[in-house]
């Protein structure tokens, strides 16, 4: 079955520092991985994603690194505030394929201490 | 603002019930997704409509349907409603099928509660 595993399920960060969750998919298919940010009451949001041709992407604070052999990707927050505490997903899809619904890892709550 | 619609915010009904949500895409958006979130099962793909057409199927149970009217909003229909279908129900909208950029974004979504 197609999954992807998110970790840490939880993660508290001190204001300024840096927060990492990771995630680890098994279809070697997936061509397309979005990171989404959750606020308590709202929809996730499309943070930032990353296609397998590149194996690093940043936009702002926040970096996603790929590692393609070993199917593996991670969400960097740099500088973390406590505005970015939230619950993070990490999702994966296969665009090329003939269905291009994501597939999400089980989450991560982030909780930046002032 | 993701530009993504959906109506009712909180739906709570009864068990055995039947209820209707209802999602608008963004402009210009052809695709139509319906994802499930739960404490326990997470953030799962339900269905997803293109253009009027259904276009792949997830976990989605045979008491549930949905639709895409001409005007691409979309309906997702739960029946004989169960406790265990309590949830938050997300829609999302993309600019393609799939095979190419496909970048989803979610509405406010619609939290049932069956009692």
């Known amino acids: 079955q197609q999954q992807v595993k998110q970790s840490p399920q939880s993660l508290i960060v001190q204001k300024g520092g840096i927060s990492i969750i990771n995630c680890a998919y098994e279809?070697?298919?997936?061509?397309?991985f979005p990171w989404y940010q959750q606020f308590p009451g709202k929809g996730p949001a499309l943070l930032i994603a990353i296609r397998p041709d590149v194996s690093e992407k940043k936009e702002g604070r926040f970096t996603i690194s790929f590692n393609k052999s070993a199917k593996q990707f991670s969400l960097h927050i740099m500088d973390s505030q406590p505005g970015d505490s939230a619950t993070y997903f990490c999702a994966a899809s296969n665009e090329g394929g003939s269905q291009g619904n994501l597939i999400f890892g089980k989450g991560t709550k982030l909780s930046v201490k002032p | 603002d993701s530009g993504v619609t959906q109506t009712p915010k909180h739906l709570i009904t009864a068990t055995g019930q039947r209820v209707t949500l209802r999602c608008s895409p963004r402009?210009?958006?052809?695709?139509v997704y319906w994802y499930q979130q739960s404490l326990d099962q997470g953030l799962q793909f339900l269905i997803q409509y293109y253009n009027g057409e259904e276009r792949a199927k997830g976990n989605i149970l045979e008491r549930f349907s949905a639709q895409q009217f001409p005007d691409l909003h979309s309906e997702l229909n739960l029946s004989s409603l169960e406790l265990g279908d309590s949830a938050l129900y997300f829609c999302a909208s993309s600019v393609a099928p799939a095979g190419g950029p496909d970048e989803q974004y979610f509405g406010p979504g619609t939290r049932l509660t069956v009692t």
């Open positions: 402009s210009g958006d052809l695709s």
């Open positions: 279809n070697t298919a997936f061509d397309y």
